[in-house]
């Protein structure tokens, strides 16, 4: 790709990326990351590239590139970095693979795929279902690099932290802590870093060469930790109640003023344009969207022709009504791929203008041992009234000052009310999940909001 077109390229998918995952409207948030990105770009190869950065509203722990100068990170990662040297280092590991060229040539490897489609629906049939399905439709952007890009990109982003005054030795860091984030599974949707960051054992051991290289003649670098926890502090954490959050088993959306329950003890995941439930070590699983009405049509119909347009059979059907609002309660049957042949028991529900639908999804053979589950959980859509609504608030990201005796255990049920693990706090911080915090240690927890 020339110059011109990695621009066009980024410039292109920057819409979608905006659409798809949205953008953290926190302006002080986002003029900070976008100040430290400026200066670590202009110490770059390429300064006079157009460069964006941006902060995406989800809570998956990642951060990626697009061709161009067009930098994310999601608003996830920013809890689980101790220090600006850190960020330095993750904006930096980005800019390096524009720099070099990496993110150039995984969008020429994709060409011709279509950004938002790479993932599907779940009623398409040929979509694959759960694993990736509550991922964003944003799959180019991240297909993983080879070993040797990411080491290259390691070592860039040590160069241009070192140039542009920050400690490089935060790059190692902030290679440790995010090598730990499997421990930290609190949050889904957006794929994690693991998952898209390859990560050999000698990473970390391998940038250690770079980084005393760039400590040579490096003149008083810093890491500049209280700044940075105060830039971070009341951040939300988790879910944004302006896409619905997960509370246990059971998802709301204040916006919308619905909630629903799922089976307990299943997984559920918030996606940009499903939320999807899966049961542990099983293969039930359930879906929650919204569906378009064509205008003048009756729920029945919208039903019938919704399932059919995504290759699903009607058993039998009837109107109803759940909790007060009009639906059309169905069983179909299709096939699914990874699953085969499925049985779905699914309700179309009219909510004021908006059309919803709830599927609970099981294999034909273990079906009727999973519909009890399903249609308890299909029946549990409800309404919100305006005060339960205004009542849903985000977790956010407080400091907190460790005392004598404190445990990660103890701070996360007396600060944190069990809004995140104990590994996870630990993890948060910059420790070993078998480390405990130091007295008078200033520390983020998440707190309910």
């Not at 161009?68 to 809890?79: D, E, F, Q």
């Not at 003149?219 to 302006?242: C, F, H, M, Q, S």
């Not at 929650?288 to 039998?316: C, H, K, W, Y």
């Amino acid at each position: 790709m020339s110059e011109e077109q990695e621009i066009a390229a980024g410039q292109q998918n920057d819409v979608e990326v905006r659409r798809e995952m949205g953008v953290y409207s926190d302006r002080a948030v986002e003029d900070y990351i976008s100040d430290l990105g400026m200066r670590l770009a202009r110490v770059s190869e390429r300064p006079n590239l157009p460069w964006h950065f941006t902060v995406v509203d989800v809570p998956a722990i990642n951060a990626f590139a697009l061709p161009g100068g067009y930098i994310y990170v999601t608003r996830g990662i920013l809890p689980f970095l101790d220090d600006e040297s850190q960020l330095a280092g993750v904006l930096g590991h980005e800019i390096g693979h524009v720099t070099a060229r990496h993110a150039a040539q995984q969008y020429s490897k994709s060409a011709g795929a279509e950004l938002g489609m790479i993932l599907g629906s779940i009623f398409v049939p040929q979509a694959r279902p759960f694993g990736q399905l509550a991922e964003s439709g944003l799959g180019l952007l991240f297909l993983k690099n080879s070993r040797d890009d990411e080491a290259q990109a390691d070592q860039l982003g040590v160069k241009y932290a070192a140039r542009a005054g920050w400690d490089p030795a935060g790059v190692p860091r902030m290679l440790t802590t995010l090598g730990r984030i499997e421990e930290a599974s609190d949050n889904k949707g957006v794929p994690n870093w693991l998952a898209t960051h390859p990560a050999p054992e000698d990473r970390v051991q391998r940038v250690q060469t770079a980084v005393q290289q760039a400590e040579v003649g490096a003149t008083r670098p810093v890491a500049d930790r209280e700044d940075y926890l105060k830039r971070i502090d009341g951040l939300v954490y988790g879910d944004n109640p302006d896409q619905g959050v997960v509370r246990g088993s059971s998802f709301l959306h204040r916006d919308l003023r619905f909630a629903i329950d799922f089976p307990p003890g299943w997984e559920v995941n918030n996606g940009q344009s499903q939320v999807v439930a899966k049961e542990p070590g099983g293969t039930s699983m359930m879906v929650l969207q919204q569906v378009q009405r064509p205008q003048g049509r009756t729920i029945e119909d919208v039903a019938l022709l919704s399932m059919e347009r995504a290759g699903f059979r009607v058993v039998n059907g009837a109107e109803t009504s759940i909790n007060g609002l009009t639906a059309f309660l169905g069983t179909y049957q299709g096939t699914l791929q990874d699953l085969g042949r499925v049985d779905v028991r699914a309700a179309h529900i009219r909510q004021d203008r908006n059309v919803f639908l709830v599927a609970g999804i099981a294999p034909t053979a273990s079906y009727a041992k999973a519909e009890p589950d399903l249609s308890k959980s299909v029946g549990s859509f409800r309404p919100l009234t305006r005060g339960e609504a205004e009542g849903i608030r985000p977790n956010r990201v407080n400091l907190y000052t460790a005392r004598s005796g404190d445990s990660w255990q103890s701070i996360a049920e007396r600060q944190g009310k069990g809004i995140v693990k104990a590994t996870t706090l630990a993890i948060m911080n910059g420790h070993a999940v078998n480390d405990q915090p130091r007295a008078g240690e200033h520390l983020k927890i998440a707190v309910a909001g």
